[in-house]
């Protein structure tokens, strides 16, 4: 039987098409019994090809191509794996090759149990007598005569699977190269799989019968046997360790009761039985490195808080017992797992503690994990589309429509614009086609985000590498690093613990005081203050405006509050937040739905909100073991399958063994399946809300320095509006007292130089190293001469850098140049004391006005000192509009703001309404006129401008917007509306008409008995309708 062994795959990156699945497919109905893969320079697709091949029935072939120098001549050499140790040598020639190794003889230690295969030629024929003589072949990629010295195989190239998918390759090659489209060109079609007799039919009997001589001596068998850890502690027992190292912390502790003694022999029983002692150690030990360095890992995160053990080694902070969290969610005795324990730590150390663990365990058994990103939707057909020649414009117009489906065909299909652009444009059809077929292949190599494998022995053993920068990364995906035995663990870098180590560090600099982070009381009512207040911005989990809503209507008082917080704000669950609120609040009684499992749904006033729950639920009402409820809960989320109405039934028998009747324990069920689909984890929901806690902890008690650090996240303009809002004012910029950073100090913020657009971070240093300055041409003169520009220097006097010397900015920006060229003079006149002494002389100049200082600074640094018009206006107008930050959903209200973005959007039926951006200084929000309110405002509509704009809050993703009805456009004017009133019984009537006529006319009440005048406070519209409207209720109404 022919066997085809020359098959480049989709991980030969853009070189071939060939799918591992569609693969074995097409080559079982052609007859195939025997199939390879052998792509170029890596070993990827290696074991997920011997799984699913073995799977079929297929007897799989690995091979490797690759190029090595011998004797001085580059050779394409092609290495077959005959048996596991060949697999194991395979990987070494390939790790090899990636570490720089080129020459054959370099290889020459891994070629027992491989077989090689050279191209037919005459002159590798003979460079190759040396060689073994049963293990060297010549391939043939088409018949030929014979000749050679070593034996001849057929050796057919496959790329593709079909003549149509020649195409697509070409593609493939033009994207990978940058070169564009050309169907003059023929494409070579003969890279294709043939059928198995076909083959056979081409070449000579004693090729044929080579080929089948070497593939009667491949056979792998991957069977896992056991895993491949590195032992912790070679000296001691992994389990006798772990045991010690867990009871000494519990006693010191003194946790030492038979509950937590119980719960501690079971989880080491289950963690010894399925062979994962020395996991926990590791993690415990890279934990404890990192507490040694002062680098704060977090409380924990995920299932694991579950675990007494992963707390008693301090892998968690979370005492899971008192906390009532289980062990069975994170480790299922009745489930065979891996465990999955995150490692968390601060993103800009992350490279130090995997040095550390390349030196703890051996550079050559640790290595992080490969991934692969693929050809997505828009990827696919950006690249396709470049390669037919559309401009970017084009490209970005079609792209743009393409929404969120799980790929292209099913986007064509639901998407209607997108569909009717690809069906009107023929070079739209083509590229989409070919987008689709290549939509899924790898495009690119990776490394993981968080996976690092450690193994007992070279890992070269169990799997082929390539070079990385802090540690080697293996050439396989996570999912098969764990099938071969290895486990992956998870070392995240986690930003808002780089955060909070900085805060801890900053506090110690400024104050003196240093903070054990882990030991911040989670229930300090200063700060679950700022989670009453919902004043969560910059607090991780916590900084949605709706969630902030949510948190100011919650008023937690407790830890367990701020968890449930991040538990039941969720889609699913966040129908029942108002029941939850008025259950807590005691506006609503309380309902369980059975009183035995009372005590389970208490914490969370009778509903459901943790996956926890459903677990206890099944236990105590239906006779469930922990390990067969977390099964049952896995089983309702997936709905489908025989274990699904297996474990049902045991539910419904189990419940009716502990005395329910079928009623309830239908009852019962249908609520579990209710809450299943939606219920939090809520181990994982303790970490995030201990995270989020600690960083409020600094931002209640350190607000300088909790927003020191943060203004350097990308939040910086709302985190400057916030720590406004909390008491802090924006201090005058000035050059000698800028630091590099925004810096809070004595209430004030000074804003930094890091944060003016497009200023060199070599300036900003050279500043604060050389000043003081005595004023502009001072610094001009000091300046070094790369810097001496108008565009570099204009921005600092825009943002009032220089306004300590001279408030006057639009004179100092016009005499610029002028001064530049007078610098440049007296530059050259270094030792002439007059030359020392002159004077700039200035041309007068009328300043800017305060709106004009307010846009420069503000388009400079995101932020502006000077008062925006908007604020002014608002001081006058209070109690006439809304803040933004206190709009709620379906609250009919007005607000004052400015208009920061419109984009107009044509409906479905051919009608224009718009999308708006609106600021009102502080906040943003977004604001939507359908098309009836867009054509009645829109002449009154500009960018820049200021509204009064009255509509209905709403929610649109996830966040609130006005709903347009009405808008009047807010400007300066003299005219007042004057009321002459007699009867004072009147007024709030009079104040409710006023009121629905918003407008920018002050309203002034003169009472003509006493003969007195009155602000009201109110702002309207002139308009002739009000005034009628007025009739009745006032003697005379005027507008003047």
């Known amino acids: 039987m022919y066997a085809q062994l020359n098959t480049k795959t989709v991980f030969s990156f853009m070189d071939a098409t060939v799918k591992l699945t569609d693969y074995i497919t097409a080559a079982k109905a052609l007859g195939y019994q025997t199939l390879g893969i052998s792509d170029i320079d890596n070993l990827h697709a290696a074991h997920q090809f011997i799984m699913q091949a073995q799977a079929a029935g297929i007897q799989p072939v690995i091979g490797y191509e690759t190029t090595l120098l011998m004797d001085g001549l580059a050779i394409n050499f092609t290495f077959i794996a005959k048996t596991n140790a060949g697999l194991k040598n395979l990987y070494n020639i390939s790790s090899k090759k990636n570490f720089g190794y080129n020459d054959l003889i370099d290889m020459h230690s891994h070629l027992s149990d491989v077989a090689l295969i050279v191209p037919a030629d005459s002159a590798v024929d003979s460079i190759l007598a040396h060689l073994p003589q049963n293990d060297v072949y010549v391939g043939l990629a088409q018949p030929m005569a014979s000749g050679f010295l070593r034996p001849t195989i057929p050796f057919l190239s496959v790329r593709y699977l079909n003549a149509a998918d020649a195409e697509t390759l070409a593609i493939l090659h033009h994207i990978k190269n940058g070169t564009k489209y050309d169907d003059s060109l023929t494409s070579n079609h003969f890279e294709t799989l043939r059928a198995e007799s076909e083959v056979r039919a081409l070449f000579d009997a004693e090729s044929l019968k080579n080929l089948d001589r070497l593939v009667s001596e491949i056979s792998y068998d991957l069977a896992l046997e056991t895993l491949a850890l590195p032992r912790f502690n070679p000296e001691k027992l992994a389990a006798d360790e772990l045991r010690e190292t867990a009871e000494t912390f519990l006693t010191a502790r003194n946790l030492i009761s038979t509950s937590y003694q119980a719960r501690l022999d079971h989880e080491l029983s289950v963690i010894h039985d399925m062979g994962f002692d020395d996991y926990f150690l590791i993690v415990a030990d890279v934990i404890r490195y990192a507490r040694s360095q002062q680098i704060y890992t977090g409380m924990g995160r995920g299932s694991a808080l579950g675990s007494l053990v992963a707390y008693a080694l301090q892998i968690t902070g979370v005492d899971p017992v008192a906390n009532n969290l289980l062990f069975e969610r994170f480790l299922n005795p009745e489930r065979a797992s891996l465990p999955d324990i995150d490692i968390d730590m601060p993103d800009n150390q992350r490279a130090e503690i995997l040095t550390y663990v390349k030196n703890r365990y051996g550079s050559s058994h640790v290595a992080q994990i490969m991934t692969f990103s693929t050809f997505g939707m828009k990827q696919s057909f950006r690249d396709v589309a470049k390669v037919f020649g559309m401009t970017e414009v084009e490209i970005s117009h079609v792209s743009s429509m393409i929404g969120r489906s799980d790929n292209l065909a099913q986007e064509y299909e639901k998407n209607n614009r997108f569909r009717a652009e690809i069906i009107n444009d023929s070079r739209l059809q083509q590229i989409f086609s070919y987008a689709q077929k290549i939509e899924g292949m790898p495009r690119q190599k990776s490394v993981h985000a968080s996976g690092v494998v450690l193994a007992a022995h070279d890992l070269t053993d169990y799997l082929p590498l390539a070079p990385g920068e802090t540690l080697p990364i293996t050439q396989f995906e996570a999912h098969d690093v764990e099938a071969i035995g290895l486990i992956k663990f998870d070392f995240l870098s986690i930003k808002n613990l780089t955060f909070i180590n900085d805060m801890r560090d900053l506090v110690a600099e400024r104050y003196d005081k240093h903070i054990d982070i882990s030991q911040i009381d989670l229930n300090d009512d200063t700060t679950l203050e700022i989670f009453r207040k919902g004043q969560t911005l910059g607090i991780f989990q916590f900084e949605n405006p709706q969630m902030m809503n949510f948190l100011r209507q919650l008023k937690p008082t407790e830890f367990a509050d701020v968890v449930a917080a991040t538990s039941i704000f969720r889609p699913g669950p966040s129908a029942f937040i108002p029941e939850f609120i008025r259950r807590r609040h005691g506006e609503e009684t309380v309902i369980y739905p059975d009183t035995s499992i009372a005590d389970i749904l208490a914490p969370t006033y009778g509903i459901m909100i943790y996956q926890e729950q459903i677990m206890q639920v099944a236990q105590i009402f239906a006779g469930f073991s922990l390990g067969r409820a977390d099964l049952l809960r896995r089983a309702i989320s997936k709905k489908q399958g025989s274990e699904f109405e297996q474990l049902k039934a045991e539910f419904i028998a189990g419940s009716l063994k502990k005395g329910h009747t079928t009623e309830k324990a239908t009852e019962i069920y249908e609520l579990i399946e209710r809450f299943a689909n939606y219920g939090f984890n809520r181990s994982h929901a303790f970490g995030y809300g201990a ?123 016009e005499n610029l140049k002028k001064l530049l060229d007078f610098n440049s003079v007296f530059q050259t006149d270094l030792f002439s004391e007059t030359a020392t002494n002159l004077k700039f002389a200035y041309v007068a100049y009328d300043d800017y006005s305060n709106a004009e200082k307010y846009q420069m600074e503000f388009d400079l640094m995101g932020v502006a000192v000077t008062e925006h018009p908007l604020m002014r206006i608002a001081r006058t107008r209070q109690g006439n509009f809304t803040e933004i930050s206190a709009l709620t959903t379906g609250q009919k209200t007005t607000i004052l703001v400015q208009l920061t973005h419109l984009k107009p959007h044509r409906t479905k039926n051919g009608a224009t309404m718009a999308f708006l951006n609106v600021t009102d200084t502080k906040d943003e929000l977004d604001v939507t006129m359908f098309p009836e309110s867009y054509h009645h405002y829109l002449a009154e509509l500009a960018v820049n401008d200021f509204y009064l704009m009255t509509g209905k809050v709403s929610e649109r993703n996830d966040r609130l917007q006005l709903i347009v009805e009405s808008l009047v456009k807010v400007v300066e004017t003299d005219k007042k509306l004057w009321l002459a009133v007699l009867d004072t019984t009147k007024n709030a009537r009079i104040a409710q008409i006023l009121r629905e006529f918003p407008g920018n006319s002050p309203v002034i009440l003169y009472n003509e008995t006493t003969k007195t005048t009155q602000m009201t406070g109110i702002y309207v519209d002139e308009s002739e309708i009000l005034l009628k409207r007025l009739t009745g209720y006032v003697d005379k109404a005027i507008y003047r």
């Open 691 to 813: 995270l989020a806690v600690q960083m409020t902890y600094f931002k209640a008690h350190y607000p300088d320095v909790f927003y020191e650090i943060m203004l350097r996240d990308s939040k910086r303009v709302a985190l400057l509006n916030d720590a406004q809002n909390l008491g802090f004012k924006l201090a005058q910029p000035t050059i000698n007292r800028m630091p590099y950073y925004d810096k809070l100090s004595n209430g004030e913020i000074f804003l930094g130089m890091r944060a003016i657009k497009s200023f060199p971070r070599d300036l900003a240093l050279w500043i604060i190293e050389h000043r003081e300055f005595s004023g502009l041409q001072d610094f001009i003169q000091k300046l070094p001469e790369n810097y001496r520009k108008e565009t570099v220097i204009r921005p600092l006097i825009e943002i009032g850098a220089f306004d300590y010397f001279d408030t006057n900015r639009r004179k100092l920006v």
